[in-house]
C-alpha cells in the first residue's frame, strides 16, 4: 500500500513562488506520480506529471511556471511553482499510479482520473492579487 502525504502550501502574493513536497511510504519504485489541483467549486485539474524514468508533461497553464520533479532516494515528489497567479489557488494533491498513461492523459488529455490509484488529503496553496 502506497501512503501520499503532501506539505508546502501556503498563502503568497501574485508573482511569488511555492515549492511543494510529497513523501511516498510503501511500494513507490514502480509507480508514475504526478500532482493535481481543485479549486472551490471546480473540476478537479490535473497538473503535471513524471514517470519512472523521469519523463514530465504539464498542463497548458503552468508550463514554463512549474516544474515537477522527484528524488527517488527519498522518495519525495515536488513541484515547483514560480510566477504564481489568483487563479492557481487551489488545493493541490499527490498522485500516484502503476500504469504511467493514466496519470500522462489526464494531464495531456484531460482524461478522468478516478481510477488513478494512490492520493495524498492535499495541501492548500492560495494566491493573492
Known amino acids: 500500500q502506497v501512503q501520499l502525504a503532501e506539505s508546502g502550501g501556503d498563502s503568497v502574493q501574485a508573482g511569488g513562488t511555492l515549492r511543494l513536497s510529497c513523501v511516498a511510504l510503501?511500494?513507490?519504485?514502480?509507480?508514475?506520480m504526478g500532482w493535481f489541483r481543485q479549486a472551490a467549486g471546480k473540476e478537479r485539474e490535473a497538473v503535471a506529471a513524471?514517470?519512472?524514468?523521469?519523463?514530465?508533461i504539464y498542463t497548458k497553464s503552468v508550463k514554463g511556471r512549474f516544474t515537477i520533479s522527484k528524488d527517488n532516494l527519498k522518495n519525495i515528489l515536488y513541484l515547483q511553482m514560480n510566477n504564481l497567479r489568483p487563479e492557481d489557488t487551489a488545493m493541490y494533491y499527490c498522485?500516484?499510479?502503476?500504469?504511467?498513461?493514466?496519470?500522462?492523459?489526464?494531464?495531456?488529455?484531460?482524461?478522468?482520473?478516478?481510477?488513478?490509484?494512490?492520493w495524498g488529503k492535499g495541501t492548500l496553496v492560495t494566491v493573492s492579487s
Open positions: 510503501g511500494a513507490t519504485y514502480s509507480n508514475s
Open positions: 513524471i514517470d519512472r524514468e523521469g519523463h514530465t
Open positions: 498522485a500516484g499510479d502503476p500504469t504511467p498513461e493514466r496519470l500522462f492523459l489526464a494531464v495531456g488529455a484531460g482524461a478522468n482520473s478516478d481510477g488513478i490509484s494512490y
